[in-house]
């Protein structure tokens, strides 16, 4: 199938980092794949909404649009869905509380920017860890 025919979901996350290079990951319920948390933004909801919404309600941390710096908008493969892309608009905010999993989350995993595993998200491993690594 071409990427021109698949399905585009239009997703929110946030990348928390750590003073050791490590970048917070989570596991959605009966899934394998680690990302970053956020997800699909709801109608008439900005990205920036959305993922202070999705982190809220993933991990229990509030963040305002103030704790968010735009890392960038990404396209890759959906992690999780077959014949499917997203477009992701990625912040970086710092982490004012320990994470808690919430919701859907089955898990939370630190990982080093640098990890290129098989069980982490396009997203993270092929387009936001080589920015990351870059600057």
Do not use: Y
């Amino acid at each position: 199938m071409r990427e021109s025919d698949q399905q585009t979901l239009i997703v929110a996350a946030v990348c928390f980092s750590d003073d050791h290079q490590r970048i917070l990951t989570v596991r959605k319920s009966d899934t394998r794949m680690f990302m970053f948390p956020g997800g699909k933004l709801e109608a008439g909801e900005d990205a920036t909404a959305a993922a202070i919404r999705e982190v809220d309600e993933e991990i229990g941390i509030r963040l305002t649009a103030d704790d968010l710096m735009l890392v960038g908008t990404f396209r890759a493969p959906a992690a999780n869905e077959t014949d499917t892309m997203i477009s992701a608009t990625v912040f970086s905010s710092r982490l004012p509380a320990i994470p808690i999993a919430s919701a859907e989350i089955a898990e939370l995993r630190w990982v080093h920017r640098t990890d290129t595993g098989a069980d982490l998200a396009p997203l993270l491993r092929d387009h936001v860890f080589p920015v990351m690594n870059a600057r």
